[in-house]
T-cell receptor, first 112, second 112 residues
Framework: GEDVEQSLFLSVREGDSSVINCTYT??????LYWYKQEPGAGLQLLTY?????DMKQDQRLTVLLNKKDKHLSLRIADTQTGDSAIYFC????????????FGKGTRLSVIA | NAGVTQTPKFRILKIGQSMTLQCTQD?????MYWYRQDPGMGLKLIYY???????DKGEVPNGYNVSRSTTEDFPLRLELAAPSQTSVYFC???????????FGPGTRLLVL
C-alpha cells in the first residue's frame, strides 16, 4: 500500500513497557523517524534510525527496524504518565512529491 | 535560537476571507514545509521549498499559495477560505531533505 500504517490506540499501565508498531512502504527509505505530539502542541522529534541499523537505544527508548518486512517499532520502557501522547512514525520517500510521509499516529494512554 | 515560530496561534475566518499564516526559522535551513493535520489523521504536506525562490506542491496544495523570498520565511496564503480548510497547520524546516524536520507549534484555523 501507499500509506504508512500504525495502530491508532494503545493503552498501558504505568511502569509497563509500551510497544508502538509501524509499517512503512519505501524500501529505499534512508531514515525513519518517531515524533511525539502532546495535546495542543507541535511535533517533537523523539528519535530516528538510519536504514543500515537494526536497532537504536536511547535511554528508555528502543527502536527496532526490520527492513525485510518494512517494519519499525518503538519500545518505551517503564512507561510514565508523561509519555501519554500521540506517536507518529514517518519515512523519507525518495519518489513522489512528499519527502516525509507520516502515519496517522498512535495515541498512547498511560493508566496510573 | 527560537527554532521554528508560527503566527498566529489561533484564528477564526469567515468563508471567502483570506489570510496569511506566517512561519520563520532561525536555523538557516534550506528546506521548509507546510503541513495540515486534521483530527485523527497524520500530517499531509501542502507545499514545500528547497530554498529561497523555489517552491513545490505537496500532496494537498489546492486552495493554498506559498512564497519563499528569504531563507528564514515561508508564509502560507489562503485566498478564499473554505470550511474544508479548518485544520491545524504546522510549519517545519530541515537542513536537507534527508535531515530531521523541526516543527513549529502550529496554527489552529477555524473557517465558519
Amino acid at each position: 500500500g501507499e500509506d504508512v500504517e500504525q495502530s491508532l490506540f494503545l493503552s498501558v499501565r504505568e511502569g509497563d513497557s509500551s510497544v508502538i508498531n509501524c509499517t512503512y512502504t519505501d524500501s529505499s527509505s534512508t531514515y525513519l523517524y518517531w515524533y511525539k505530539q502532546e495535546p495542543g502542541a507541535g511535533l517533537q522529534l523523539l528519535t530516528y534510525i538510519f536504514s543500515n541499523m537494526d536497532m537504536k537505544q536511547d535511554q528508555r527508548l528502543t527502536v527496532l527496524l526490520n527492513k525485510k518486512d518494512k517494519h519499525l517499532s518503538l519500545r518505551i520502557a517503564d512507561t510514565q504518565t508523561g509519555d501519554s501522547a500521540i506517536y507518529f512514525c514517518a519515512e523519507i520517500r525518495n519518489s513522489g512529491n512528499t519527502p516525509l510521509v507520516f502515519g496517522k499516529g498512535t495515541r498512547l494512554s498511560v493508566i496510573a | 535560537n527560537a527554532g521554528v515560530t508560527q503566527t498566529p496561534k489561533f484564528r477564526i475566518l469567515k468563508i471567502g476571507q483570506s489570510m496569511t499564516l506566517q512561519c520563520t526559522q532561525d536555523m538557516n535551513h534550506n528546506y521548509m514545509y507546510w503541513y495540515r493535520q486534521d483530527p485523527g489523521m497524520g500530517l499531509k504536506l501542502i507545499y514545500y521549498s528547497v530554498g529561497a525562490g523555489i517552491t513545490d506542491k505537496g500532496e494537498v496544495p489546492n486552495g493554498y499559495n506559498v512564497s519563499r523570498s528569504t531563507t528564514e520565511d515561508f508564509p502560507l496564503r489562503l485566498e478564499l477560505a473554505a470550511p474544508s480548510q479548518t485544520s491545524v497547520y504546522f510549519c517545519a524546516s530541515s537542513a536537507d531533505v534527508q535531515e530531521t524536520q523541526y516543527f513549529g507549534p502550529g496554527t489552529r484555523l477555524l473557517v465558519l
